[in-house]
């Protein structure tokens, strides 16, 4: 049973930085992409990270350059840094996971590509 359980999330000031972490289990970690998407109030959750098997990883424009996912395949955690984060940033981030190979896409995938999805955590971003 696959289980994907996020973690790290606050409430910081404009300009700090979070770390959110995922623990998973259940399947074969290294056969899988991982990924994170957020969610604002009223608005469709969207992609903002992913990190496919071969340690590529992808990522959404809005977080170019501010973001960076990473994973330890040891303990089958997937991180995502968050530094100079904004108020827009504001959502709850979710952990998703998908078997897949190689994303060879400059995009990220839409939430209905993945079949995995853990609970949330709610990151707040004041200005």
């Known amino acids: 049973q696959v289980h994907l359980v996020e973690s790290g999330g606050g409430s910081v000031q404009a300009g700090g930085s979070l770390r959110l972490s995922c623990e998973a289990s259940?399947?074969?970690?290294?056969?899988?992409?991982m990924a994170w998407f957020r969610q604002a109030p009223g608005k469709e959750r969207e992609g903002v990270a992913l990190?496919?098997?071969?340690?590529?990883?992808t990522y959404a424009d809005s977080v170019k350059g501010r973001f960076t996912i990473s994973e330890d395949k040891t303990k089958n955690i997937v991180y995502l840094q968050m530094n100079n984060l904004k108020p827009e940033d504001t959502g709850i981030y979710y952990c998703?996971?998908?078997?897949?190979?190689?994303?060879?896409?400059?995009?990220?995938?839409?939430?209905?590509?993945?079949?995995?999805w853990g609970q949330g955590t709610q990151v707040t971003v004041s200005s």
């Open positions: 259940g399947f074969t970690y290294n056969f899988y992409c």
């Open positions: 998703a996971a998908e078997s897949c190979g190689a994303w060879w896409q400059s995009s990220l995938p839409q939430p209905s590509y993945f079949s995995y």
């Open positions: 990190i496919d098997k071969h340690d590529s990883s």
